[in-house]
């Protein structure tokens, strides 16, 4: 049941992603749903996952297009944060593999170089950080109890929608 869940909301989100953000927003929002499930079909992973959709709806709504940005870190973290509690190097990775997916989406739309050393570093300093607090969480909530699990889970959230804020803030620059 929980497979069929997930891949049901799994559909929603990559149509709503693509309706209305169009391709690059359904590209990282798949590559994000692959990543996530091959740690595992998790409905925790999509319930961390979904809230992003709310940098999309935000887009959707004023017209901005570089909330882009805060999306792809939003789901970045997601990933750093669920890998890493496989393995500690899995977790970099799959950040990293969302953070060159959309470096590649910006290559492809033209951006100027300046703009692309400038998301590229504020988007390895997120992810930096997003591993460090995930880290530090796990460590200081390693006992494997109920309540251990729901405090990852609540912190997981914490750094996910910090991370995006960060991404958010950093389009100032």
Do not use: K
């Not at 999306?71 to 969302?98: E, F, H, K, N």
């Not at 953070?99 to 951006?111: D, N, Y």
């Amino acid at each position: 049941m929980a497979q069929l869940i997930f891949i049901i909301v799994e559909l929603i989100f990559l149509a709503v992603a693509h309706f209305f953000g169009g391709p690059p927003w359904a590209v990282i929002g798949a590559i994000a749903v692959v990543l996530l499930a091959l740690g595992g079909i998790r409905t925790e992973s999509l319930a961390l996952m979904v809230p992003s959709l709310a940098w999309l709806g935000f887009s959707h709504a004023t017209g901005n297009r570089e909330l882009f940005f805060p999306y792809t870190m939003y789901l970045a973290s997601c990933v750093a944060l669920r890998d890493s509690q496989r393995a500690s190097w899995l977790g970099p990775l799959g950040g990293a593999a969302i953070v060159a997916a959309f470096m590649i989406i910006r290559i492809l739309q033209q951006a100027t170089v300046r703009v692309l050393v400038v998301e590229f570093v504020v988007a390895a300093a997120i992810l930096a950080l997003v591993v460090v607090a995930g880290s530090w969480i796990q460590r200081r909530l390693a006992h494997v109890t109920p309540a251990a699990h729901a405090a990852h889970a609540v912190w997981h959230a914490a750094i996910v929608a910090a991370s995006s804020l960060l991404a958010y803030v950093s389009l100032a620059i």
